[in-house]
């Protein structure tokens, strides 16, 4: 399949129902959010523990398959002007691969601060760091399919 390289190319291409889900891919672990079928919400659902690409693709695309994921978003870490730094790079090179292996489209989200917004409303909803480090990746994930739900 294609990887869309902005919000609106990704929504374009997605079909007007169905499960999106969102990745939120660091080094150490991908926090992953799905969104309903309606795409009127969405939750966070999970954070896998990086592997080789392999593995980690292997996962994501079993888990499209089980809940009939019709669109991925993958989280663009942009610098804050907008350039595109180490990170970015590597989520873009990330979701290209991912994108040749499932026929889905895959599309790159800016994620800017989604991270530091998270740590906001885990602080909002007093949750302690045990709990906040296990979370704070799916709910990053979380923000990357808002934006992506909210523009339609």
């Not at 889905?104 to 760091?129: F, W």
């Not at 480090?133 to 339609?152: F, H, P, S, T, Y």
């Amino acid at each position: 399949m294609t990887l869309y390289q902005n919000t609106v190319e990704f929504q374009d291409a997605l079909p007007a129902k169905g499960a999106i889900i969102g990745l939120d891919v660091s080094q150490t672990k991908i926090g992953i959010a799905m969104s309903d079928h309606e795409r009127r919400m969405c939750s966070p659902h999970s954070v896998l523990t990086r592997a080789k690409f392999q593995h980690d693709s292997a996962q994501i695309i079993a888990l499209c398959k089980a809940e009939a994921i019709c669109g991925i978003a993958v989280g663009l870490p942009l610098n804050m002007d907008g350039t595109i730094g180490p990170r970015a790079q590597s989520c873009r090179s990330f979701a290209l691969n991912l994108s040749r292996l499932i026929d889905i489209p895959v599309g790159l989200v800016d994620e800017r601060l989604s991270t530091a917004q998270a740590h906001d409303m885990m602080d909002e909803l007093g949750h302690n760091s045990n709990r906040r480090a296990a979370l704070v990746d799916a709910i990053a994930a979380q923000m990357i399919v808002e934006r992506v739900i909210e523009k339609n």
